[in-house]
């Protein structure tokens, strides 16, 4: 189980990285918000690969893993344009 869960925060890390980098300007969240954005663009991406677009498994872990730093890059940048996120 601890393993499970750290897994899930290096695949957190990773995605919310990656999807960090797609938004253009600083970014001011730390290392567990990018974790968390990270761990909620896999779960996304992984929902719209498998039912929305209808993938099979054999497919769907390469357009999974994009859509998941696609939407990994829009909770960042939503995120980003709160206008408490600005100081």
Do not use: E, Q
Request: aromatic fraction near 8%; charged fraction near 10%; charge should be positive.
């Amino acid at each position: 189980m601890l393993l499970l869960l750290i897994w899930l925060a290096i695949g957190g890390l990773i995605i919310g990285g990656l999807g960090r980098l797609l938004v253009p300007g600083p970014n001011p969240i730390g290392l567990i918000r990018t974790a968390l954005v990270g761990l909620a663009g896999s779960f996304l991406g992984g929902l719209v690969a498998r039912y929305a677009i209808g993938l099979h498994y054999r497919y769907s872990l390469l357009v999974g893993f994009v859509l998941a730093v696609i939407f990994a890059a829009i909770i960042v940048a939503a995120i980003d344009r709160r206008p408490s996120a600005r100081r």
